[in-house]
């Protein structure tokens, strides 16, 4: 069974700074790696995925795999209060025919 | 996100049954319902592609998905429990293997009194 843990729970940022978010998984195998925005009462919208080994850029969000060591993070640079939200690590594997696994979640709060 | 639609949008229920719905106007062939309970990550329920019924995971056999066709998605509930209490999902996905996306609609809260 696949596993998906994030780091840390809850973070609180100061607004301009940067954000940085951890995740790991179990399985190598694990096709792509996606994050995942849920705001309170809304439902999670994807960002940014990333496949393979190395760094993937977007706007302010860059996104780092490392699969030898089965970790992947991320980073929003010059966070903003409209970033505040939870945070969703979620892994798809090649065999599950299009089943995400998500961890628990990073609450994410920046400060004014 | 408009282009998913629930209804309803909260649900009050005793022991009664009920169904959710769900539409979505993206042209996906694959559907899903997930649970979300409070403070834990979504949990796939069901998946559907080409109204075909894909993975059933291990839900209670009180839920009961439908696929009337491949933009339309219903979850029947009969007899709830309170630990049905949850936000339920329903997303469509786009692309295949590492260009898969899902797109979450924004949820009907269930509260079983």
């Known amino acids: 069974q696949e596993k998906v843990q994030q780091s840390p729970e809850s973070l609180i940022v100061p607004e301009g700074a940067m954000s940085s978010l951890n995740c790991t998984f179990s399985n190598s195998a694990s096709q792509s790696i996606w994050w995942y925005q849920q705001h309170p009462g809304k439902g999670p919208e994807a960002l940014i995925?990333?496949?393979?080994?190395g760094n993937k850029k977007e706007g302010r969000l860059t996104v780092y795999l490392n699969r030898a060591s089965l970790h992947v993070s991320l980073h929003i640079r010059d966070s903003q209060p409209s970033d505040s939200a939870v945070y969703l690590c979620a892994v798809s594997l090649s065999y599950n025919q299009g089943k995400l696994i998500f961890g628990q979640g990073t609450k994410l709060s920046i400060k004014p | 996100n408009t282009k998913i639609t629930q209804s309803p949008r909260y649900l009050i229920l005793g022991r009664a049954n009920k169904s959710l719905e769900c539409e979505q106007h993206?042209?996906?062939?694959?559907m899903y319902w997930y649970k979300q309970s409070a403070e834990k990550p979504p949990e796939l329920m069901f998946l559907y592609n080409l109204k075909q019924l894909i993975r059933n995971e291990t839900v209670p056999s009180r839920f009961i998905p439908e696929c009337p066709d491949s933009s339309k998605l219903l979850l029947h509930i009969s007899a709830v429990d309170p630990e049905d209490s949850a936000v339920y999902f329903c997303a469509s996905r786009s692309g295949t293997g590492t260009n898969e996306r899902l797109f979450f609609g924004h949820g009907t809260k269930l509260s079983v009194l």
């Open positions: 995925s990333i496949f393979s080994n």
């Open positions: 993206l042209g996906h062939n694959a």
